[in-house]
């Protein structure tokens, strides 16, 4: 597994979430996917972002979403 997807830089982007080693903001991503996009398609528009990178991001934010599930439950 590579580094860290995810680059912050306040000279890139604005400081924006972007994909390591390129100025593709990372909600591209999310937004492809909520629009019925497929993998692929944001792949084909954004070729300086690698499927690895796409994947692993996807899976860090599984990862988050399922730490913060463990720690927002409401045991009413």
């Known amino acids: 597994m590579q580094p860290n ?3 912050i830089n306040p000279n ?3 400081g924006s979430p ?3 080693g390129t100025r593709v903001p990372i909600r591209a991503l999310f937004d492809y996917l909520e ?3 497929d993998i692929d398609t944001f792949l084909d528009d ?3 972002v690698t499927r690895e990178q796409a994947i692993q ?3 860090l934010a599984e990862k ?3 730490s913060a599930n ?3 439950e409401n045991p009413a």
């Open 18 to 20: 972007v994909f390591r």
């Open 35 to 37: 629009a019925g996009d």
């Open 57 to 59: 991001l996807i899976h």
């Open 5 to 7: 997807p995810i680059n």
């Open 46 to 48: 954004f070729p300086s």
């Open 64 to 66: 988050l979403l399922a």
């Open 70 to 72: 463990t720690y927002n």
């Open 12 to 14: 890139i982007q604005g």
